[in-house]
């Protein structure tokens, strides 16, 4: 059992600046059970309750070595611009991060990665095969482009070095969002995301602030006005 008041995590591959508080751990030689804890990523915050399980097998193994996660994260906001940037610059940053900087004991190493972050290039977002992930969310808030989100629930899976996000939903001032979608991100030649999404009584002028290739592949869109009721399926290789 391991118990703290407060922490933190420094790493390139995530590079924003990551801060625990109530930190209770239960753990033995093959899993770990997380209870309660409050997790700070950059602008948005996080309560885990979770197990990671099979640690010893993923760790050491060849063969059934598949990490096993299963968390309910409950949020008051969640900017989803800052940590998909944090993820794509994460991608090119591990290969050239110094060492010292990540093991650094002050908090100039997390302001060094954020200025990196800022001036990387975006790297492909991989996901290793042997992770097999089930987390609930649910947040008061969602920040996503220039929108607000309310009220927001869903399931994120990963599988097999692809990240499913099943039924997403969430309520704006400007109409309500229902969302599928899936990421393959085994390898770096086959990239791909897919996704199928509702909106209901949605502002036709801000549809662009969810799906952008919208205004480009019907600039017709922008002489209408008024409210849509609509089912939008988009796939694309990355």
């Known amino acids: 059992k391991l118990k703290a008041k407060s922490g933190r ?14 930190i209770d751990l239960r753990f033995n030689q093959d899993s770990i059970q997380l209870t309660d804890l409050h997790y700070e ?21 060849r063969r059934d070595n598949t990490l096993g996660v299963s968390f309910t994260l409950r949020s008051d906001t969640i900017n989803v611009n800052e940590i998909v940037r944090a993820l794509f610059a994460g991608g090119s940053m591990v290969e050239n991060a ?8 002050d908090d100039r190493a997390d302001l060094e990665l954020e200025q990196q972050a800022d001036t990387s290039a ?8 042997n992770i097999d992930a089930r987390l609930r969310m649910r947040a008061k808030n969602i920040l996503y482009s220039d929108l607000v989100l309310h009220s927001f629930k869903g399931d994120l899976l990963v599988m097999d070095g692809a990240v499913n996000l099943r039924r997403l939903q969430a309520s704006t001032d400007i109409g309500s969002i229902k969302l599928d979608g899936l990421y393959s991100g085994a390898t770096v030649d086959s990239l791909q995301f897919g996704l199928g999404m509702e909106v209901s009584n949605f502002r036709l002028d801000r549809l662009t602030s969810i799906i952008p290739a919208i205004d480009s592949l ?21």
Do not use: E
Not at 98 to 105: C, E, I, N, T
Not at 122 to 129: F, H, N
């Open 218 to 238: 019907l600039p017709v869109m922008q002489s209408f006005a008024g409210t849509v009721n609509a089912d939008v399926a988009v796939t694309t290789d990355i």
């Open 9 to 22: 995590l420094v790493t390139p591959a995530f590079p924003l600046r990551n801060r625990l508080d109530n």
């Open 122 to 129: 975006a790297g492909p977002l991989l996901v290793p095969r």
């Open 98 to 105: 110094d060492s010292a900087m990540v093991w650094s004991d």
């Open 41 to 61: 990523a950059g602008q948005s915050d996080f309560v885990v309750n979770g197990t990671i399980s099979n640690l010893r097998r993923a760790l050491t193994a």
